[in-house]
């Protein structure tokens, strides 16, 4: 890019000159590059942009049905005589329930399947592998009533 | 209940299978608590058959949804469980159209020199 010869091309070049002086007055510091105050002992990583993810397809084409729903969280209720005691005297319902469900998922498949509200839930699992859950009903519940309609008398 | 037909449960909308599936779910629930208290033989082996039910009708749901999930990612980035899924090694392998390539030196010497077969005179 020479600058054109003549009158002219010598004005231009001044005026390139006056720029370049310009810009270096206003940048003074960029002539000495100053180290960060560091007040830490410790180098901790610097946080970063991160991004959402924008997938190019999805992975599944569609989200698998409920895993473990309601009806297969309980399996069946226990009929024992011990089982019976816990009906009579501590106001509980034993339920032999799937293995993955947690206490909060059998409280709520308790209340969807027989409309009663429970006290607590505990759980054991049982040398043969499966899942017991006994389950305190509220104390406006009748155990014994509510066995009766389920059909375990 | 009558005996479920599955080309009468391919007639039905979604909706209706989904209350088909928990109605058969609950009443699984009520054979499974007759089967703890002794409950009588046919309801016992009623359980089979509503089991079967079940799962009929998940089939029927299932594949209906996989045929419109098809049409909808048609001509698009298919996403996996859409792909075909034969086994690990053959998804790994060459296409047919990738084996078959061949340079042009390779096609023109095919050309010019092809494989020449003779029969001798007896």
Not at chain 2, 11 to 40: I, N, P
Not at chain 2, 89 to 103: D, G, N, P
Request: glycine content about 2%; hydrophobic content about 35%; overall charge positive.
């Amino acid at each position: 890019m020479a600058p054109p010869k003549g009158p002219s091309g010598k004005s231009d070049v001044k005026a390139q000159a006056t720029k370049a002086a310009k810009a270096l007055k206003g940048n003074a510091h960029i002539k000495k590059k100053t180290r960060k105050m560091r007040t830490s002992v410790t180098f901790h990583r610097p946080k970063t942009l991160k991004r959402a993810r924008v997938p190019k397809y999805p992975r599944l084409s569609a989200p698998h049905r409920q895993r473990l729903d309601h009806y297969e969280v309980l399996k069946y209720p226990l009929t024992t005589e011990s089982a019976m005691k816990k009906i009579e005297d501590n106001n509980t319902l034993v339920f032999i329930v799937d293995v993955r469900a947690d206490k909060k998922k059998i409280k709520d498949a308790v209340k969807k399947m027989y409309d009663i509200q429970t006290k607590k839930v505990n759980t054991l699992i049982t040398p043969k592998g499966q899942k017991k859950a006994y389950v305190r009903l509220a104390a406006d519940y009748d155990a014994l009533d509510v066995a009766n309609k389920i059909g375990i008398i | 209940m009558a005996k479920i037909k599955v080309h009468e449960l391919r007639a039905k909308s979604k909706a209706d299978l989904q209350t088909q599936l928990r109605d058969l779910k609950a009443e699984l629930a009520l054979l499974r608590v007759s089967k703890v208290t002794g409950g009588a033989l046919n309801k016992l082996s009623k359980i089979k058959v509503v089991r079967l039910s079940i799962a009929q009708v998940l089939t029927v749901l299932s594949q209906t949804q996989k045929a419109h999930l098809r049409t909808a990612f048609k001509n698009k980035r298919l996403p996996l469980d859409l792909r075909p899924k034969k086994t690990r090694a053959i998804r790994r392998r060459l296409t047919k159209h990738q084996a078959s390539m061949k340079t042009v030196k390779q096609k023109k010497k095919d050309t010019y020199f092809p494989k020449r077969k003779y029969a001798l005179k007896a």
